[in-house]
């Protein structure tokens, strides 16, 4: 199972940092992909990072949001945590997130991913 965290509240301009973490596999072995579904709105892709640490965005969020994972545990691929660095927030950003684990790879589709969490809802407003 995968578990996001670290949605909230949060006023236009200002950061969020989401967290994706996992139970039952090991999640370096695999990539992450964030989506989102915003009220009324089918859901999108936002962004993923491979096994390997390569990094993809949507156009939309791209240069205001970052994915990393979790360096300091990388010699422990059952206990990594995958974040995505939300920055320049703006209400058009509301939705609930959605990590993902595909074992074949990063794809903006979301049929491609094995595992999913259960959501985190980011609101943006003043």
């Known amino acids: 199972q995968l578990q996001a965290s670290g949605g909230g509240l949060v006023q236009p301009g200002g950061s969020l940092r989401l967290s994706c973490a996992a139970s039952g596999f090991t999640l370096g072995y695999y990539a992450i992909g964030w989506f989102r579904q915003a009220p009324g709105k089918e859901r999108e892709w936002v962004s993923c990072?491979?096994?390997?640490?390569?990094?993809?965005?949507?156009?939309?969020?791209k240069g205001r949001f970052t994915n990393s994972r979790d360096n300091a545990k990388q010699t422990d691929n059952t206990k990594q945590t995958v974040y995505l660095q939300m920055n320049s927030l703006n209400p058009e950003d509301t939705a609930v997130y959605y990590c993902a684990a595909g074992f074949n790879g990063c794809s903006p589709r979301s049929r491609f991913y094995d595992y999913w969490g259960q959501g985190t809802l980011v609101t943006v407003s003043s």
């Open positions: 990072i491979s096994s390997g640490g390569t990094t993809l965005f949507a156009d939309a969020v």
